[in-house]
C-alpha cells in the first residue's frame, strides 16, 4: 500500500479497499460531519456508481479528516448504518464522498431496501441487480445491465397491472439470471443456490456463465480499492472549508455556513434553524424575505441576503471587538488583529460572539431595507450591488438609530452612491467591507471621508458606454432618475412604489431601437443608458418604435384608451426624465444624446458630492460590452422591445 506523504504537508494518500471502508462505516469509525443536510442520490447515479466498481473504474477519491483536533464537527453515522455506530466516537470524518459511499453502504452492505428518487424526482424504495448475461455481453453497457426494483421485488408495467419481472425468491432470481447487489460482498450462500437451480450435466454451462461473473464482475467489488485523502487532525478550519469548496461535487456544495452549522452543533446550538426556522417559528431567512414586501407579493429587497452574509456581518463586530480589546492591551501596528468578515473569520466565529450580535445584526439588516427603499430601489433585480447591502446592514447596526439624522443619513446616502457610482463592490468585496465597517461610523463622528467616498472617480464618459442592465452603475442611474421624482410620460405619476408595482416598470429606450437602426444608429450609442429610462410597460406599447416626435403627437392627442395630454404638461413629464423637450421634439438625436448625458452627469455627481473626471485621458482597455449585451438580451425583463 502506498503511502505519499509530502514534506510539510498535512495529508496522506493511501488506496483502501471499499468493503473496509464500507464496514468502518456500519460500525461507526467513519462518520459524517452533521451539517444537518442530507442528500438523497437519484437511482440512475446509484446506477451509474455500481456498474463503474463492477468494471473496476474509479469513482473518485473520498477525503477524510481525522477527529481530535481544532475543526470540532457534530459526527453523525452514515445513513441507515447499524446502531452500535451511533455510539462510537468516530475516528475519521468523510468531507468528500458522502453520497457514494453512502449510497455504496446501502446497496452492498446494508441488507435493506435503498430511498432514493427517480429522474422525475419521486421518492422510491429499490432494490438492485445486475443482470448477469448482459453484464457479460461485451456489446452491452454495463448501466443497462443494473436494474432497480420496487421493494417487493416485482417489476409491473401497464399501471401496475402486468408483471415483467418477479424477483421476490431466490429461486426467481436464479431463474431470471439476476443477481443481488446486497450480495456483491459475499456471493457463497447465492452461489450454491444458484447451482442448486441450474443442476446435472444439462445446466454444466449455466453454472460455468456464474463462474466467468464471479470472476470479471463480483470480484472487482471485493478487490477494488478507493484513494483515501486523509487530512490530519492539525489541519486549519479554512483549509478543510477550501477543500469543501474545491472537491464537494456530491449535492450542493458546502460552504462557511455549513462548517460554522456543524462545529455550533457540537456545542448543542442549531444555526440552521435559526436562520430556516422550523414549523413553530419563521427563520431569520423568511423574515428578511418579508421585510417591506412589495405589493405583487415578490420577495422583499433584502430576500437575497444569504447566511454567510449574516454571519459575515456578525464576525465584523466580533473581529472589530478583538481590536479594541488588543489596542486597550497597548498593543499597535501588526500586533493588532484585522477587523474582517473573510471566510477565516466566519469559521473562527466563537458561539457566544454569534449570539451577542445576532439581533443587533439583523436589526442593521431591516433598516438596510428601508434605506434601499429610500434610493428608490424597490426589487432585487434593480439592486446595484448585492454584496454593499452587508456593510450597509452592519454600518447601520452599529450605529443605531442615529442613522435617522439628516446629516448622517446625507452621509451613509454619499457613500453608498460612491460605492455604486465608483462600480467597487463588484469584485474582491472582503476587504472594502471591512473598511467601510469601520470607516463609515468614523466619519459619520466627524472623522475623515471613508475612502470609498474619497477615492472615487467617475468618468463622465462612462454614461456612453453603459449599456449592461445588469451593471451596478446602470442601475444606480435608473434610481436616482426615480429619486428625483420622474413621472411616467403617459400617466404622469412618480415611480413610487405604488406605480411601481402596480405598472411594471422598467428602462426604455427614448429614441426607440427601431428608429435607431433605420436611422443608421449603431446600438453601441443607442443602447447607453442616456437613451434609456424607466416607463411603464403600457407607456412602453404606446411609443412603440416611432421617432419621438410621432409619440409625442400621440400622446398628445391621446385614444380611447388615454386622455389627450397637455403640451406643457408633458413637456414637464419629459423634464423629470432629464430630457429636454425641444430637442425630441424634433427628433435631434446627437444633439439629445449630448444634452442629456450633462444631465445625467449633474445627478451623479449630485449623488456622489463630487465632480466627474472630463479630461481626455482614456481608461485602460477597450469596453466588452458588445459580447455582454448579446449574452444579456435574455436576462432582460419581459417586455416589448422598445
Given at each position: 500500500m502506498q503511502n505519499d506523504h509530502m514534506p510539510g504537508s498535512t495529508f496522506q494518500t493511501n488506496p483502501h479497499r471499499l468493503k473496509t471502508l464500507l464496514e468502518d462505516c456500519h460500525r461507526g469509525a467513519i462518520q459524517l460531519p452533521d451539517f444537518q443536510r442530507s442528500w438523497v442520490w437519484d437511482e440512475d447515479r446509484i446506477r451509474s456508481l455500481i456498474a463503474s466498481i463492477s468494471r473496476a473504474f474509479p469513482v473518485g477519491a473520498l477525503m477524510t479528516l481525522d477527529t481530535g483536533g481544532d475543526v470540532n464537527f457534530k459526527p453523525r453515522p452514515v445513513e441507515g448504518a447499524a446502531t452500535e455506530g451511533r455510539i462510537v466516537s468516530p475516528h475519521s470524518l468523510l468531507l468528500d464522498g458522502q453520497q457514494r459511499m453512502t449510497s455504496l453502504y446501502q446497496v452492498t452492505l446494508r441488507g435493506k431496501v435503498v430511498e432514493t428518487v427517480t429522474p422525475k424526482n419521486k421518492k422510491v424504495k429499490r432494490w438492485f441487480y445486475i443482470d448477469i448475461r448482459?453484464?457479460?455481453?461485451?456489446?452491452?453497457?454495463?448501466?443497462?445491465?443494473?436494474?432497480?426494483?420496487?421493494?417487493?421485488?416485482?417489476?409491473?408495467?401497464?399501471?401496475?397491472?402486468?408483471?415483467?419481472?418477479?424477483?421476490?425468491?431466490?429461486?426467481?432470481?436464479?431463474?431470471?439470471?439476476?443477481?443481488?447487489?446486497?450480495?456483491?460482498?459475499?456471493?457463497?450462500?447465492?452461489?450454491?443456490?444458484?447451482?442448486?437451480?441450474?443442476?446435472?450435466?444439462?445446466?454444466?454451462?449455466?453454472?460455468?456463465?456464474?463462474?466467468?461473473?464471479?470472476?470479471?464482475?463480483?470480484?472487482?467489488?471485493?478487490?477494488?480499492?478507493?484513494?483515501?485523502?486523509?487530512?490530519?487532525?492539525?489541519?486549519?478550519?479554512?483549509?478543510?472549508?477550501?477543500?469543501?469548496?474545491?472537491?464537494?461535487?456530491?449535492?450542493?456544495?458546502?460552504?462557511?455556513?455549513?462548517?460554522?452549522?456543524?462545529?455550533?452543533?457540537?456545542?448543542?446550538?442549531?444555526?440552521?434553524?435559526?436562520?430556516?426556522?422550523?414549523?413553530?417559528?419563521?427563520?431569520?431567512?423568511?423574515?428578511?424575505?418579508?421585510?417591506?414586501?412589495?405589493?405583487?407579493?415578490?420577495?422583499?429587497?433584502?430576500?437575497?441576503?444569504?447566511?454567510?452574509?449574516?454571519?459575515?456581518?456578525?464576525?465584523?463586530?466580533?473581529?472589530?471587538?478583538?481590536?479594541?480589546?488588543?489596542?486597550?492591551?497597548?498593543?499597535?501596528?501588526?500586533?493588532?488583529?484585522?477587523?474582517?468578515?473573510?471566510?477565516?473569520?466566519?469559521?473562527?466565529?466563537?458561539?457566544?460572539?454569534?449570539?451577542?450580535?445576532?439581533?443587533?445584526?439583523?436589526?442593521?439588516?431591516?433598516?438596510?431595507?428601508?434605506?434601499?427603499?429610500?434610493?428608490?430601489?424597490?426589487?432585487?433585480?434593480?439592486?446595484?450591488?448585492?454584496?454593499?447591502?452587508?456593510?450597509?446592514?452592519?454600518?447601520?447596526?452599529?450605529?443605531?438609530?442615529?442613522?435617522?439624522?439628516?446629516?448622517?443619513?446625507?452621509?451613509?446616502?454619499?457613500?453608498?452612491?460612491?460605492?455604486?457610482?465608483?462600480?467597487?463592490?463588484?469584485?474582491?468585496?472582503?476587504?472594502?467591507?471591512?473598511?467601510?465597517?469601520?470607516?463609515?461610523?468614523?466619519?459619520?463622528?466627524?472623522?475623515?471621508?471613508?475612502?470609498?467616498?474619497?477615492?472615487?472617480?467617475?468618468?463622465?464618459?462612462?454614461?456612453?458606454?453603459m449599456r449592461m442592465r445588469l451593471s451596478a452603475a446602470y442601475k444606480g442611474v435608473n434610481a436616482l432618475l426615480m429619486k428625483e421624482g420622474a413621472q411616467d410620460f403617459r400617466s404622469g405619476q412618480a415611480f413610487d412604489h405604488t406605480v411601481f408595482f402596480g405598472e411594471n416598470v422598467d428602462i426604455h429606450h427614448i429614441f426607440p431601437q427601431d428608429w435607431c437602426k433605420k436611422n443608421g444608429i449603431e446600438p453601441a450609442v443607442f443602447d447607453s443608458i442616456i437613451n434609456k429610462t424607466p416607463l411603464s410597460f403600457r407607456t412602453n406599447r404606446i411609443i412603440g418604435g416611432a421617432a419621438p416626435s410621432g409619440y409625442i403627437a400621440r400622446l398628445e392627442t391621446g385614444d380611447d384608451q388615454t386622455p389627450p395630454i397637455d403640451a406643457k404638461r408633458l413637456d414637464g413629464y419629459l423634464r423629470s426624465h432629464l430630457i429636454d423637450p425641444a430637442l425630441i421634439r424634433r427628433d435631434d438625436f446627437e444633439g439629445f444624446m449630448e444634452d442629456r448625458q450633462q444631465r445625467l452627469l449633474g445627478l451623479i455627481e449630485q449623488a456622489m458630492g463630487k465632480n466627474a473626471y472630463a479630461g481626455e485621458e482614456r481608461e485602460e482597455g477597450i469596453d466588452a460590452g458588445e459580447d455582454a449585451d448579446a449574452i444579456e438580451t435574455g436576462m432582460v425583463m419581459a417586455g416589448p422591445a422598445s
Open positions: 448482459k453484464a457479460l455481453d461485451v456489446m452491452c453497457d454495463r448501466e443497462e445491465a443494473i436494474i432497480g426494483v420496487p421493494e417487493d421485488r416485482v417489476l409491473r408495467t401497464d399501471f401496475g397491472r402486468e408483471v415483467v419481472l418477479d424477483l421476490s425468491t431466490p429461486e426467481k432470481e436464479y431463474a431470471a439470471w439476476m443477481y443481488p447487489v446486497s450480495q456483491v460482498f459475499e456471493w457463497d450462500d447465492w452461489q450454491d443456490g444458484f447451482g442448486d437451480y441450474w443442476s446435472g450435466e444439462i445446466h454444466a454451462e449455466a453454472r460455468s456463465t456464474f463462474r466467468e461473473f464471479r470472476r470479471t464482475v463480483l470480484e472487482n467489488f471485493k478487490d477494488y480499492q478507493v484513494p483515501v485523502i486523509a487530512l490530519d487532525r492539525n489541519t486549519t478550519k479554512e483549509a478543510v472549508c477550501v477543500v469543501f469548496e474545491k472537491v464537494n461535487t456530491g449535492g450542493k456544495p458546502l460552504d462557511a455556513f455549513e462548517l460554522v452549522t456543524a462545529m455550533y452543533a457540537a456545542d448543542g446550538h442549531e444555526l440552521r434553524k435559526d436562520w430556516y426556522g422550523d414549523n413553530a417559528h419563521k427563520g431569520r431567512h423568511q423574515r428578511f424575505i418579508d421585510t417591506l414586501r412589495l405589493a405583487d407579493a415578490s420577495p422583499g429587497i433584502i430576500a437575497n441576503v444569504s447566511n454567510t452574509d449574516f454571519l459575515q456581518a456578525v464576525s465584523l463586530f466580533y473581529t472589530l471587538d478583538r481590536r479594541l480589546d488588543a489596542e486597550r492591551a497597548g498593543k499597535t501596528g501588526k500586533e493588532l488583529p484585522a477587523v474582517t468578515g473573510n471566510r477565516q473569520a466566519l469559521l473562527n466565529l466563537p458561539l457566544e460572539a454569534y449570539k451577542k450580535y445576532e439581533k443587533q445584526v439583523e436589526k442593521g439588516f431591516l433598516q438596510a431595507a428601508k434605506f434601499l427603499h429610500m434610493q428608490h430601489i424597490y426589487r432585487i433585480f434593480d439592486l446595484p450591488y448585492q454584496s454593499q447591502v452587508v456593510p450597509l446592514a452592519a454600518i447601520l447596526a452599529k450605529i443605531g438609530d442615529a442613522w435617522e439624522h439628516d446629516t448622517h443619513r446625507a452621509k451613509l446616502v454619499r457613500w453608498y452612491w460612491n460605492g455604486v457610482f465608483g462600480e467597487l463592490y463588484g469584485s474582491a468585496v472582503e476587504s472594502r467591507i471591512a473598511r467601510d465597517f469601520v470607516e463609515v461610523p468614523r466619519w459619520l463622528q466627524g472623522g475623515p471621508e471613508p475612502s470609498t467616498v474619497s477615492e472615487t472617480i467617475f468618468r463622465s464618459d462612462r454614461l456612453k458606454t
